[in-house]
């Protein structure tokens, strides 16, 4: 099976730059999508392939890609921003619809 | 504005059976892959299963492959999961989601209901 990597928490400061990492073999080949959830809530999509932001999402949300590994952004960190984030992504035969990874508790200290 | 109502959900024995439904409405329902995503107590986002526009083509993740059928009636913009030998393993909240999948790239949510929660025990 296909899987997708995230470190299970990342601890920030208000105003500061939060940076959550996805590692996957099909990166190179396939786009990441990121998904904000936060407790008690659905999910809400943050991100999607790689680097584009939805309307309504603040510009402090950006996304990147290089090699194996996506990150999700968050410059200038709000209390409000607190919560986990998910990345998505497929494996480069599309034996998957889609997968996501595990996970990311971002924390505002 | 795009809804989407899930109900269904609820207590269930393990070997038995639900039928998770999801009312949509607020955009063509007909035209967009829908998909039921899961998340457990506690743990993270699990993708279970989507179906095309027109119903003809559908995708299991393979914990749920073999149990689980995805179906959707276009008529009455509705997507259904229809969940046989449930297994403890099942308890989740399950969401229906509309997918949206751009020129060249991957589907993805980005709609999503409240969810019901299906609890799978004795």
């Known amino acids: 099976s296909y899987e997708l990597t995230q470190p299970p928490s990342v601890s920030v400061s208000p105003g500061q730059t939060a940076r959550v990492t996805c590692s996957g073999d099909a990166l190179p080949k396939q786009y990441a999508y990121w998904y904000q959830q936060k407790p008690g809530q659905a999910p809400v999509l943050v991100i999607y392939?790689?680097?584009e932001r939805p309307s309504g999402i603040p510009e402090r949300f950006s996304g990147s890609s290089s090699g194996t590994t996506v990150t999700l952004t968050i410059s200038g960190v709000q209390a409000e921003d607190e919560a986990d984030y998910y990345c998505?992504?497929?494996?480069?035969?599309?034996?998957?619809?889609?997968?996501f990874g595990g996970g990311t508790k971002l924390t505002v200290l | 504005e795009v809804q989407l109502l899930e109900s269904g959900g609820g207590l269930v024995q393990p070997g038995g059976s639900l039928r998770l439904s999801c009312a949509a409405s607020?955009?063509?329902?007909?035209?967009?892959?829908m998909s039921w995503v899961r998340q457990a107590p506690g743990k993270g986002l699990e993708w279970v299963s989507a179906i095309s526009g027109g119903g003809g083509t559908t995708y299991y993740a393979d914990s749920v492959k073999g149990r689980f059928t995805i179906s959707r009636d276009n008529s009455k913009n509705t997507l259904y999961l229809q969940m046989n030998s449930l297994r403890a393993e099942d308890t989740a909240l399950y969401y229906c989601?509309?997918?949206?999948?751009?020129?060249?790239?991957?589907?993805?949510?980005?709609?999503w209901g409240q969810g019901t929660l299906v609890t799978v025990s004795s």
């Open positions: 392939k790689d680097s």
């Open positions: 607020g955009f063509t329902f007909s035209i967009y892959d």
């Open positions: 998505q992504s497929a494996d480069s035969n599309g034996t998957y619809y889609v997968v």
């Open positions: 989601t509309k997918v949206t999948i751009h020129l060249g790239g991957l589907p993805y949510f980005d709609y």
